[in-house]
């Protein structure tokens, strides 16, 4: 048989095809050279062969065919064919295949060769891809080489200790003696990967991190080498861009936050390098800000003195500056992450985030959006919402929505003024109206109504608002609303903050007609105008006729939900004409806190936000609902209730909000609410009504604190947390707030919790604040469950979580049993 040709020949010969057809017919024809070679047992040329097989595989050809030959030749005894023959089991075996079991024996025999050449292959395929089974067969002969004076077997050594403490952890302990004087090297390959063999060690144990912080004084000597590598001069052999060795500072650094996390001695040690490593790095280069990073990072997570975490803080202001978009946005994240904790020294660097509002990269301004909501406090409230106003004006429709939450809540918190809370939001509305939450419309509208003084100038702002622009729907059902309650205070012109406009009865009319026929105007709209239309029956006197006709033309409407208004509207004008001015009378001022009984908590953006519980007769019948079955065909089991939905489907509602029903057929002893009447509460369900949803209530303040919060799930970098409440008022009932943070490097997109409880409980799930879960923990998801347990038994709760991440659909269930005893007791 011929001598096959060489890899340096097939790769000139492929590298010539001109379609992909005919780079597929050379692979194919050398392949069945190859395989018949292989049939041969042709010793000679195998090296060969396989080496030619490894390129195919490269280029994503199958090549699993020469699995068998890599084994042959790793038990060869010349050092090239142990070569390939390694690299072959390195790309083309894995744990999954019981193939590799059979190299265990060479790679023991390899270990224990007299060269250390061929001892280096074995450990680079032991730690690429070796099982469990044969890390627990060789890591004996793994330590005794990490204890060798040879350099260039201790450092791959230490790496393939790393892989055997990956895959079977309990052998951990067997590499402890071993790593007493691995720090003493003075072989930089030998430090950096020692320090990564410790690195592993004390995460993964409590128990060895306790130990090294304690007993090996492991902190004095990572200072010591990382004092030794900056005050050290130029060494070219470790030398980059001035800097000395920044990959073992980097590992050193990181480290060091381990050690120091929640242990005051160990950070009181490290302060004075950090220190120095902050002032003495030189950062005309990336390779300096990484590792000025990585101090930042070790200083916020240690328990550093304050005057080192203003420097920390100080750095990351110098990276705002900085040409390039990765340091910005590193910085941006960073800050992020520190401003709850170091609210004032971010503060200092809040004109050069604000600047970054204006960069052109998406992600550097989303990230300093995020963070100057953060920086808003009663002192900068004017300043800041300028600043994002212009942003929201100006930034791309995916920014708007959270912009103009982020807005609404703080200027709900810290707004100096009723006028300019009602300016602000108004402004909003005006600018990015399609984009606001479904709640920013009754906020608002609680709002003006609790402002009485400002009535009149707010209905005349609304009403040039929608002069002819009704694009933005939220803005003109707002102004609908308020036309229809102070329609009388813009026609008197009683307006006292600005000059009064004059505006008659028929162009106040003409305007909420324009509405109701516009394109532009959703059904939603439609009913605010026409009940804004009926409202100004009782407060105009020279247009009754008009709105008579107007109410009774729409009694035809194709609109289900108008022609229904339309026609009580009607039956209002002539069954019952002599009630007509009661019923629509002035909504009065919406109150804040309830005198007794219990408090319902809305979800609103991550915000508490309660409306009272109105004492409810028992339901007529099972409420079941399509998500809770689905819930309980996934879970299994026989004694498991369904959970409580949010909104049923149909109830009647009062002035003061939609009322949710907690506790199914349990009576509450609360002070009942006042009888709906027709003209706010039409019998309808969808859309919501006109009047209703306006009430937002404060938390209720006779919580029984000191219940421990539970880590309820914590897996593939999803952690979800319980924290606890009980109201004295009801203690039957326990308010579980779960938070759900994200660890790894992507956000997890669409996720959704689901939680079911055995049939002695009942449970209600209240909307979450978001479905994104923020990448790099640096924001979470809260959400409301209330769970009733009358009968004081041990609570139990099986949880559903869907999410996408990563480009994939994850799915996951888990029981949680470990509630604390305050929480049911």
């Known amino acids: 048989m011929?001598?096959?040709?060489?890899?340096?020949?097939?790769?000139?010969?492929?590298?010539?095809?001109?379609?992909?057809?005919?780079?597929?017919?050379?692979?194919?024809?050398?392949?069945?050279?190859?395989?018949?070679?292989?049939?041969?047992?042709?010793?000679?040329?195998?090296?060969?062969?396989?080496?030619?097989?490894?390129?195919?595989?490269?280029?994503?050809?199958?090549?699993?065919?020469?699995?068998?030959?890599?084994?042959?030749?790793?038990?060869?005894?010349?050092?090239?064919?142990?070569?390939?023959?390694?690299?072959?089991?390195?790309?083309?075996?894995?744990?999954?295949?019981?193939?590799?079991?059979?190299?265990?024996?060479?790679?023991?025999?390899d270990l224990n060769h007299s060269t250390q050449f061929v001892q280096g292959l074995a450990l680079c395929t032991l730690g690429c891809m070796g099982s469990s089974e044969m890390c627990r067969d060789l890591a004996g002969e793994v330590e005794k080489l990490l204890k060798t004076s040879n350099s260039y077997l201790r450092k791959k050594a230490a790496l393939c200790a790393v892989h055997v403490i990956r895959k079977v952890p309990e052998l951990m302990e067997m590499f402890l003696p071993a790593t007493k004087n691995l720090l003493n090297e003075k072989n930089h390959g030998v430090l950096h990967t020692s320090v990564v063999l410790l690195t592993e060690m004390c995460e993964r144990s409590p128990d060895m991190l306790a130990h090294f912080r304690k007993n090996e004084k492991l902190v004095p000597q990572l200072v010591r080498i990382l004092k030794n590598l900056i005050m050290s001069g130029y060494s070219p052999e470790h030398d980059v861009s001035g800097i000395s060795d920044p990959f073992l500072q980097v590992r050193i650094l990181r480290l060091l936050r381990i050690l120091g996390r929640n242990d005051d001695d160990s950070s009181e040690a490290m302060n004075d390098i950090l220190a120095q490593v902050a002032t003495n790095t030189e950062t005309s280069k990336n390779v300096g800000n990484a590792i000025l990073y990585e101090t930042v990072l070790t200083i916020m997570d240690i328990k550093s003195e304050s005057g080192l975490r203003v420097l920390a803080i100080n750095i990351l202001g110098r990276f705002l500056l900085n040409n390039d978009k990765n340091i910005r946005y590193v910085a941006l994240t960073s800050l992020l992450k520190t401003v709850q904790t170091d609210h004032n020294a971010v503060q200092r660097h809040r004109s050069t985030i604000v600047d970054c509002l204006k960069d052109l990269d998406v992600s550097i301004k989303r990230r300093a959006?995020?963070?100057?909501?953060?920086?808003?406090?009663?002192?900068?409230?004017?300043?800041?919402?300028?600043?994002?106003?212009?942003?929201?004006?100006?930034?791309?429709?995916?920014?708007?929505?959270?912009?103009?939450?982020?807005?609404?809540?703080?200027?709900?918190?810290?707004?100096?003024?009723?006028?300019?809370?009602?300016?602000?939001?108004?402004?909003?509305?005006?600018?990015?109206?399609?984009?606001?939450?479904?709640?920013?419309?009754?906020?608002?509208?609680?709002?003006?109504?609790?402002?009485?003084?400002?009535?009149?100038?707010?209905?005349?702002?609304?009403?040039?608002?929608?002069?002819?622009?009704?694009?933005?729907?939220?803005?003109?059902?707002?102004?609908?609303?308020?036309?229809?309650?102070?329609?009388?205070?813009?026609?008197?012109?009683?307006?006292?903050?600005?000059?009064?406009?004059?505006?008659?009865?028929?162009?106040?009319?003409?305007?909420?007609?324009?509405?109701?026929?516009?394109?532009?105007?959703?059904?939603?709209?439609?009913?605010?105008?026409?009940?804004?239309?009926?409202?100004?029956?009782?407060?105009?006197?020279?247009?009754?006729?008009?709105?008579?006709?107007?109410?009774?033309?729409?009694?035809?409407?194709?609109?289900?939900?108008?022609?229904?208004r339309a026609v009580e509207y009607n039956a209002l004008f002539k069954k019952y004409d002599h009630m007509r001015s009661a019923l629509l009378e002035r909504m009065p001022v919406m109150e804040k806190v309830t005198t007794n009984g219990p408090t319902e908590i809305v979800q609103t953006n991550g915000e508490t936000e309660p409306a009272p519980l109105e004492t409810k007769p028992p339901p007529s019948g099972p409420q079941p609902t399509s998500q809770a079955n689905d819930l309980l065909d996934l879970l299994g089991g026989n004694d498991i209730t369904p959970v409580i939905p949010t909104a049923p489907t149909s109830k009647p509602a009062s002035a003061g909000g939609e009322l949710l029903d907690l506790l199914g057929d349990i009576t509450l002893t609360g002070a009942p609410a006042a009888a709906p009447t027709p003209s706010s509460v039409p019998q309808i369900s969808q859309p919501p009504f006109l009047l209703d949803g306006l009430s937002s209530q404060p938390l209720f303040n006779d919580i029984a604190p000191g219940i421990p919060s539970i880590t309820a799930y914590s897996k593939n970098g999803l952690k979800i947390e319980f924290t606890f409440e009980r109201s004295n008022t009801n203690p039957s009932v326990t308010v579980i707030t779960i938070q759900a943070s994200n660890s790894t490097e992507l956000d997890m997109t669409d996720f959704v919790f689901q939680a079911a409880v055995?049939?002695?409980?009942?449970?209600?799930?209240?909307?979450?604040?978001?479905?994104?879960?923020?990448?790099?923990?640096?924001?979470?998801?809260?959400?409301?469950?209330?769970?009733?347990?009358?009968?004081?038994?041990?609570?139990?709760?099986?949880?559903?979580?869907?999410?996408?991440?990563?480009?994939?659909?994850?799915?996951?269930?888990?029981?949680?049993?470990?509630?604390?005893?305050?929480?049911?007791?």
């Open 758 to 825: 055995p049939k002695t409980f009942q449970l209600q799930l209240l909307s979450p604040s978001s479905s994104v879960v923020p990448a790099f923990n640096t924001g979470t998801i809260t959400q409301v469950i209330k769970v009733l347990n009358p009968q004081k038994q041990q609570l139990r709760m099986r949880i559903k979580l869907t999410y996408n991440h990563k480009g994939s659909a994850m799915q996951d269930l888990a029981e949680v049993n470990n509630f604390p005893p305050q929480s049911w007791q």
């Open 369 to 564: 959006m995020e963070l100057s909501f953060a920086l808003v406090n009663g002192n900068n409230i004017r300043g800041m919402m300028k600043e994002l106003l212009y942003f929201l004006d100006s930034c791309e429709p995916e920014f708007k929505a959270d912009c103009a939450s982020g807005i609404f809540l703080a200027a709900e918190k810290y707004a100096p003024s009723k006028r300019w809370h009602i300016d602000t939001i108004m402004r909003v509305l005006t600018t990015a109206g399609s984009y606001v939450r479904d709640d920013a419309v009754p906020n608002l509208i609680q709002l003006i109504t609790n402002s009485v003084e400002m009535h009149a100038y707010t209905v005349q702002r609304l009403y040039k608002a929608i002069l002819g622009d009704y694009s933005q729907q939220p803005l003109v059902q707002v102004a609908a609303w308020c036309i229809g309650e102070y329609g009388d205070l813009l026609v008197s012109g009683q307006c006292e903050e600005e000059e009064p406009i004059q505006v008659t009865e028929d162009e106040v009319l003409d305007i909420l007609e324009s509405v109701l026929i516009s394109n532009m105007s959703t059904s939603v709209t439609r009913g605010y105008a026409l009940t804004a239309i009926m409202k100004l029956s009782t407060r105009f006197t020279c247009t009754v006729n008009r709105i008579k006709k107007v109410v009774s033309i729409y009694g035809s409407s194709i609109d289900v939900e108008l022609q229904q």
């Open 2 to 109: 011929p001598a096959p040709i060489r890899l340096r020949e097939l790769i000139r010969t492929i590298r010539t095809a001109r379609t992909q057809a005919e780079e597929r017919e050379m692979i194919q024809k050398e392949c069945a050279a190859i395989r018949s070679s292989f049939r041969e047992e042709d010793n000679t040329y195998r090296c060969r062969n396989v080496a030619k097989l490894l390129y195919m595989h490269m280029l994503g050809y199958p090549a699993h065919f020469g699995q068998l030959e890599c084994l042959k030749l790793i038990a060869s005894q010349k050092f090239t064919d142990k070569r390939i023959g390694y690299l072959g089991a390195m790309l083309l075996l894995d744990e999954r295949q019981d193939v590799h079991l059979l190299m265990t024996n060479c790679i023991k025999n």
